[in-house]
């Protein structure tokens, strides 16, 4: 007879059982839920979620010389300044709804004042799967044009210029912290390492982590 402790879970059961489920706050970008659960071990308990009206997009652009961009701004849910990829929320439904790639592309026009003739998704990736179902879609851009910048009226950027060696060190030394961003340059990293960039990439990433 099998040991109950000892024998793993299924991994695509889902043992919570939801007993009722209130909306107890809402913006035009997510909502936020109180449940009433059974939990796994069967006792009953509480669970709050947020579910979000977009999907996550971070763009990771690289010049001919293998130059990237991070955009600097105060965000105001961590309290603190970030240096961060080119990123944005993208609407999943409305008028104002594109898929992700389409939605990509217009933060890097907007905030970096970049249009990119090449795109790579490199990565996908729950944000915070705890609490939330926020979901996000990592890019590689080249192939660049210089086009007007066009900001939210809401943000405050400084748009920094610099290697792609120096904003991996910028993410492993902690001086960035945006999950996104770093996730962006450790799989490009990765991704020269193995060489399995594109051929008309490699170099570009290359030439950005030499020295």
Known sequence: MSDPARTPPSSQKNPWTVLSRDLRYENPWLRVFHHEVLRPDGRPGIFGTV?????????????????????????????????????????????????????????LREEAGLRAGRWLEIQRMDMSNSVGNEHAHL??????????????????????????????DMALSGEILD?????????????????????????????????
């Open 51 to 107: 579910e979000f009206a977009t999907v996550a997009v971070g763009v990771l652009p690289v010049a001919a010389n293998g130059d990237t961009w991070l955009v600097g701004q105060w965000r105001f849910g961590a309290g603190r300044y970030s240096w961060e990829m080119v990123e944005g929320g993208i609407p999943l439904a409305g008028p104002k709804a594109v898929g992700p790639l389409a939605g990509a592309a217009e933060e």
């Open 179 to 211: 999950a996104m961003t770093i996730a962006a340059l450790l799989r490009v990293r990765l991704m020269h390492l193995e060489g399995t960039l594109p051929p008309d990439l490699a170099p570009l990433v290359a030439a950005g982590f030499a020295g």
């Open 139 to 168: 890019y590689l851009a080249w192939d660049l044009t210089e086009v007007p910048v066009a900001p939210d009226e809401t943000e405050q950027l400084i748009i920094r210029r610099l290697p792609l060696r120096a904003a991996l």
